[in-house]
């Protein structure tokens, strides 16, 4: 069975740029997550899926990040305009049924 | 409230047994995880334990819930130098969109 891929690996963009993610869950599975890992922290939720619905976008700067996850299948994240302090690794996920989550390698952003 | 904690680093000898600690504050909690982060990698899934249950046993871990006390922990019997890694604990509370809550993860360091 495939695991959630994520693209890029690595991003490194300037401050007030933007930056995309993308991110293609389990087959299957029905809720998908973006987290945002700060070095040294855990995990924090951005966003939860459930099919193509938003169920939890409470903790997303919903100024300047984004998200979509257009069939209820690929998802993909975005920060317009990036900031400093949004240097960090993020993380998606899927699950199918909402609990046990599948993570992907994560996408290290660095924003200088 | 969604709080979860656990302490920040662990040092243990090869042999010896680890025990990670997580406290956490919603009684609504249903299923609680453990998941095993290695450097620049994601989320790797190890057990998981319903909230029903006392102790789940799977091969050399041991996960134990004192939910009076909202208190989980997770023992590696004869940890080796492959366990060193960050571990989380996550909690996940049905209902309300499952969403699924992350602590801020215990450094363990396995010495020779």
């Known amino acids: 069975e495939a695991g959630v891929a994520q693209s890029p690996r690595y991003k490194i963009i300037e401050k007030r740029q933007s930056v995309a993610f993308w991110c293609n869950p389990i087959?299957?599975?029905?809720?998908l997550y973006w987290y945002q890992q700060i070095l040294g922290q855990g995990p924090k939720l951005l966003i939860q899926?459930?099919?193509?619905?938003?169920?939890?976008d409470s903790q997303l700067p919903k100024d300047r990040f984004s998200a979509e996850r257009l069939k209820g299948v690929d998802s993909t994240l975005k920060i317009q305009p990036a900031k400093l302090e949004d240097s960090a690794v993020y993380l998606c996920?899927?699950?199918?049924?909402?609990?046990?989550?599948?993570f992907g390698q994560g996408t290290r952003l660095t924003v200088v | 409230g969604e709080d979860v904690e656990q302490s920040l680093f662990l040092s243990v000898r090869e042999g010896d047994s680890s025990v990670i600690n997580c406290t956490y504050t919603?009684?609504?909690?249903?299923?609680l995880y453990w998941y095993k982060q290695e450097p620049g990698a994601g989320l790797q899934l190890l057990t998981y334990?319903?909230?029903?249950?006392d102790m789940k046993q799977d091969q050399r871990l041991t996960v134990l819930l004192n939910k009076k006390d909202k208190h989980l922990s997770l023992r590696i019997a004869d940890t080796q130098t492959g366990d060193s890694a960050i571990y989380f604990c996550?909690?996940?509370?049905?209902?309300?969109?499952?969403?699924?809550?992350f602590g801020t993860g215990t450094q363990l360091k396995v010495e020779l």
């Open positions: 899926f459930q099919n193509n619905g938003v169920v939890d």
């Open positions: 919603d009684s609504s909690s249903t299923y």
């Open positions: 334990i319903f909230s029903n249950m």
């Open positions: 087959s299957g599975h029905a809720t």
């Open positions: 996550a909690e996940i509370v049905t209902g309300g969109g499952n969403k699924l809550t």
């Open positions: 996920a899927s699950s199918p049924w909402g609990g046990e989550a599948f």
